[in-house]
């Protein structure tokens, strides 16, 4: 058939029961060419186009954020490990993990009983940035009075590692400012850390 023959009807004009492609079929049946019968189905003049994806490495957003922390070099985060080492262990990987992910450097304050062990490691620490790191139980014990200790010595921001759960309004009440886990935005969170740490330097 002549290439530069039109469809004969629209897809909405036909009388064609079936599908569009059926119709699409019907039409070139009857000597539509395939650039007319696509453009009808694009429902622009000529035939369908996309415009392709750019090319982005999933690393490259995490490489900007590393880019930022090393011009304010490097910013110090404190990791706060409530109880003994096998309460603490599993968090605190995680929080310097994710810390390190963002460009952070961290220090540990060691185990910490108390709210007044937890200031003194602040006080001897070059860190403001604080992370929470202890099991469900040392959070229930320590967490709360932690925090407000250490906001009250001017920690911030504070954050837990892992769930606030049914405890998160008294904890936020109580000074902690983020909730670092499995599944947050951690993009989000560590371009408000850099966000801070900008507004410190």
Known sequence: PPSSSAPSKTPSQSDTTGTPLDWAMAELEAGASMTAVTAELAGKDGPACVTPLEPRR??????????RAESLGNPPALLVTLGPARDHRA???FAANFLAAGGFRTEESGPVESPEEAVRALETAEAKLVVLCGSDRGYEQYAEATAGALAEAGAGPILLAGKGGEREPALRAAGVDLFIHLGCNVLEILEQLLDAEEDRA
């Open 58 to 67: 999933s690393a490259q957003p995490f490489e900007a954020l590393r880019q």
């Open 91 to 93: 968090r605190l990987g």
